[in-house]
Structures are given as structure tokens and as C-alpha cells.
């Protein structure tokens, strides 16, 4: 084997963390005992943040060989999967415009093993990503964005099934058949996002109260019904307990995890939606 970057604590003197090998084919942590928890399956994902020096790497586990309550195992991906999953983050990230080649890669593993899930997932989010991305709005999508949003509306009805276990996938679901709707002004999958996205709150209603507020409001006029129900879920996530999460999930509320400003991006999206809801007052509140 090649040189490694090998740490070892095998009494667990610094902590849980007993043993890490990293190298550039493989890597394997070993953490036991007091402060190591761990997780009870099902799970939708499982993820793991390993910091050395400046430097901050993750690695994501959505495909599972078993899965409750007593053991969680992953699958290992295949290699086009894993590119595609690279090429996904890289362009998220804004460290290199790949979009084409994940969506190439994601493709290629989906052709090859339909039942990846995963795969699925992150191809109709590269495509929603795409469809913002091209700048034409809603209402007034281009050719290019009506078929970016076709394709995300695809991708992620074929990928909910295959990913029974992670609650947040219903919601960009039903966020990506609303934008399609919209995109093609087909009423018929308007209303069908819209009953997706009634049934998605519930299942993660922190989470996928985001899918409602991030593209309802930004259709409907501020007198609408469904423009009250979105300041109704920005209410409930500003309220306890759903607010402590900046606190107690700060890698999924707060700046420490994959989105650096998430919480300035956050607020200043609240205070936008008080602001056409003629909530001035919280509007004021949020912005500040």
C-alpha cells in the first residue's frame, strides 16, 4: 500500500474516535464508546465529516445493503454513480461547471442499474438546478428550462420509490412536478405538485416546509390562499422548537455544513416572504 494518513487511539484516550486510515483508495474510521452514537436505522442517508487541518471532507451513504434498527450497512456505488455524485458537489460547490458530465455519469449508472436511487435523486436535482439556472423564471421558461424541468420531474418520480427511507426526497419531488407545471402551464401538474407538496410537509415539516416556500410564493400574488399558507410554514419554522435547530442541527439550520451562508440566505428569504405577504413588521425584523 501507498503512503496513508493512519490515526490511532486504541484506549479512546482523545475521544470516541479510535482508529482512521485514509488513503486515496480507501478509508476506514472506527469510533466506540462514550460520545460515539450510534445511529438507529432506518436512515435515509448517513453521513460523516472528517476534518484535517484546514481541510473538511464528507462522504454521504445513501445506498444501503441493510438498513434498521440494528445495523446500517452501505453499498458501495458504482463507478459511474460515483463521478456522477463528484461531478454533482463540484458544481454545487462552484469548484468546476460539470453539470454536463454528472448528468452523463448519473445517467450511464441509471442505465445500468435501474434501482439506484441515488443516482436518480441527485440527476433530477442537477436538472431542477439546471432549470434555475437558466434565469427565464416560471412563468417564462425558455424551451431549454421547460425541458430541464421535464427531466427533473422525471428523474425524481422514478427516484422516490427506490429511496423509501428518506423523507426529504417527497418534497423536491413535489417541488420539481409544481416547477414543470408552472414551467409548461399545465394546470393539471400544478395541482398534482401542490398535493405532492400537502403530503411531503408532513413527513419532514422543517425540511420540507422549504420544498412549499421556495417555489409556491415565488407563482402565486400575495392576496392568494396558498401565499398565506406559505407565511403559515415560515411561522412554524421561526417558532420553538423548529427554531432551535440553527443550534442543535447547525450542519443542516445553521453554516456548518455544505452550505456555507445558509442561514443569511435563510433570512433574508423569510423576509422576502413577509415583504409580499404585507408583513412588514417581520419583514423588517428578519432582514435586519
Known amino acids: 500500500m501507498s503512503a496513508a494518513y493512519v490515526y490511532r487511539d486504541p484506549t479512546g484516550v482523545a475521544g470516541p474516535v479510535r482508529r482512521i486510515l485514509y488513503h486515496h483508495e480507501r478509508f476506514y474510521l472506527r469510533a466506540q464508546g462514550p460520545g460515539a452514537t450510534v445511529p438507529a436505522g432506518p436512515v435515509g442517508y448517513a453521513e460523516m465529516w472528517l476534518t484535517i487541518g484546514p481541510d473538511r471532507l464528507l462522504a454521504r451513504f445513501h445506498k444501503f445493503a441493510r438498513n434498521d434498527a440494528l445495523v446500517v450497512r452501505s453499498r458501495v ?35 445500468r442499474d435501474p434501482s439506484d436511487g441515488r443516482s436518480l435523486f441527485l440527476l433530477g436535482m442537477m436538472h431542477l438546478y439546471n432549470f434555475g439556472r437558466e434565469g427565464t423564471g416560471f412563468r417564462n421558461a425558455s424551451e431549454v428550462a421547460k425541458r430541464e424541468a421535464a427531466s427533473a420531474s422525471a428523474a425524481l418520480d422514478a427516484a422516490v420509490p427506490l429511496l423509501p427511507d428518506d423523507a426529504r426526497s417527497p418534497g423536491f419531488r413535489a417541488a420539481a412536478t409544481y416547477v414543470n407545471g408552472v414551467a ?25 416546509s422549504f420544498d412549499f416556500i421556495g417555489v409556491v410564493p415565488a407563482v402565486v400574488a400575495p392576496g392568494d390562499p396558498l401565499m398565506v399558507r406559505a407565511l403559515e410554514l415560515v411561522d412554524a419554522g421561526l417558532g420553538p422548537p423548529n427554531v432551535d435547530c440553527v443550534q442543535t442541527m447547525p450542519e443542516i439550520c445553521g453554516n456548518a455544513g455544505m452550505a456555507p451562508h445558509n442561514t443569511q440566505g435563510a433570512l433574508l428569504l423569510f423576509g422576502d416572504l413577509y415583504a409580499k405577504g404585507d408583513r412588514l413588521s417581520d419583514a423588517e425584523r428578519w432582514y435586519g
Do not use: M, Y
Open 77 to 111: 456505488p458504482s463507478r459511474k454513480a460515483a463521478e456522477g455524485e463528484a461531478a454533482f458537489w463540484s458544481t454545487l460547490w462552484g469548484d468546476g461547471e460539470r453539470s454536463a458530465e454528472s448528468i452523463a455519469s448519473l445517467e450511464r449508472a441509471v442505465a
Open 184 to 208: 409548461h402551464r399545465d394546470a393539471c401538474l400544478v395541482a398534482a405538485g401542490l398535493t405532492q407538496l400537502d403530503a411531503a410537509v408532513p413527513l419532514d415539516p422543517l425540511f420540507n
